[in-house]
């Protein structure tokens, strides 16, 4: 078995090599690590050229060296690696290699810690713009039995991603994000001090990035990102999403991977039109519904004219399993749960 160091430049090295599905051509990117080092290179001379495989070789030399001059408390898994994630290694196109760090303080085993949290995870994702329900819905969603969530994996955007790890963080679950940068540059700023909450109440908080350490967010990078959240998890959940949505990508990617998808719908949504169409038709086409307790509390949208903090009088409202029963919404509604 090479090295830790050989094995993370052999990752780095594969990554590096351009038109990627040549990598696939056997099905599976995970049955490189079964050929033996010969029949490897074999295959590789077979599928690019020597210039395209020098090139690569350089690039990984220079990936490994920018690697050795970062923190010691950050964990680099690769492809090789007998404890890689499993259910990661089984989609069509795995990170050769990731890495791995806690974003609160630095604390012992990080990688038996990290490979515990993913044991029984589930991923949440969904708009940047989310309902002002939603919190509420995530509340309670991880708190069910029925989410079977002890560690929430999501992309640490804005929105549905921040409220669900904060709803993860108030359970007491542990946290995966998943970023579209280095794993020393997340991001956005506004979410930084998500790993200090979870720090504070001695949750693990988990960094991941397929990128290296030190590289700046890029905007391709994010589709790239949301195959790992659908790769860590059996099950995925979506909580808001409108046509187009960066969520309905992760969705596709776990459906492709025949992963459970889970859709989150409300009646409530009407209020805001078109914020949940693409979940509607995800819905529609048969995915399966997130059932939450049968009881909402109703308060008043204060106007603009009216003081936000004036009391508001609650009353129940079904979900939206019950729509059909005739049940409407004021247009300066929404809904919490109690």
């Not at 780095?12 to 351009?18: D, G, K, N, T």
């Not at 708009?127 to 999501?154: E, H, Y």
Request: charged residues 20%; aromatic residues 10%; positive net charge.
């Amino acid at each position: 078995m090479p090295r830790p160091e050989r094995r993370l430049q052999q990752a780095l090295f594969l990554a590096a090599l351009p038109y990627r599905r040549n990598l696939f051509a056997s099905g599976n990117a995970a049955a490189l690590r079964s050929l033996a080092p010969r029949n490897r290179r074999a295959f590789l001379e077979q599928n690019f050229s020597m210039i395209e495989l020098q090139s690569a070789s350089a690039l990984a030399q220079r990936s490994v060296r920018r690697c050795a001059a970062l923190p010691l408390d950050i964990a680099s898994f690769t492809l090789f690696d007998l404890d890689y994630p499993a259910l990661l290694a089984e989609i069509y196109d795995p990170p050769l290699a990731f890495f791995v760090r806690d974003g609160g303080r630095p604390r012992p085993e990080l990688r038996r810690r990290f490979l515990s949290a993913l044991d029984h995870a589930v991923a949440a994702v969904g708009t940047r713009n989310p309902a002002p329900f939603l919190d509420a819905a995530l509340a309670a969603w991880i708190k069910a039995p029925t989410a079977g969530c002890v560690a929430l994996v999501s992309g640490f955007a804005r929105g549905v991603d921040r409220l669900a790890h904060l709803a993860a963080i108030a359970a007491g679950r542990a946290n995966v994000a998943v970023l579209g940068a280095g794993i020393l540059n997340p991001g956005p700023q506004s979410n930084l001090d998500l790993p200090k909450t979870a720090d504070a109440a001695e949750l693990d908080f988990f960094f991941v990035s397929e990128f290296l350490p030190d590289d700046r967010a890029f905007a391709g990078n994010f589709p790239r990102r949301n195959r790992i959240i659908a790769g860590l998890v059996e099950q995925l959940n979506v909580f808001q999403a409108p046509h187009g949505s960066g969520a309905l990508i992760s969705a596709r990617f776990a459906l492709e991977e025949g992963r459970t998808v889970q859709v989150f719908d409300h009646q409530a949504f009407d209020l805001f039109p078109g914020s949940n169409d693409g979940g509607r038709a995800w819905l529609a086409d048969g995915a399966a519904p997130i059932l939450l307790p049968a009881r909402l509390e109703l308060h008043t949208i204060p106007s603009s004219a009216e003081d936000p903090l004036a009391p508001r009088s609650p009353q129940q409202l079904q979900f939206w399993r019950e729509r059909r029963h005739g049940i409407s919404l004021g247009a300066r509604h929404f809904l919490r749960w109690q």
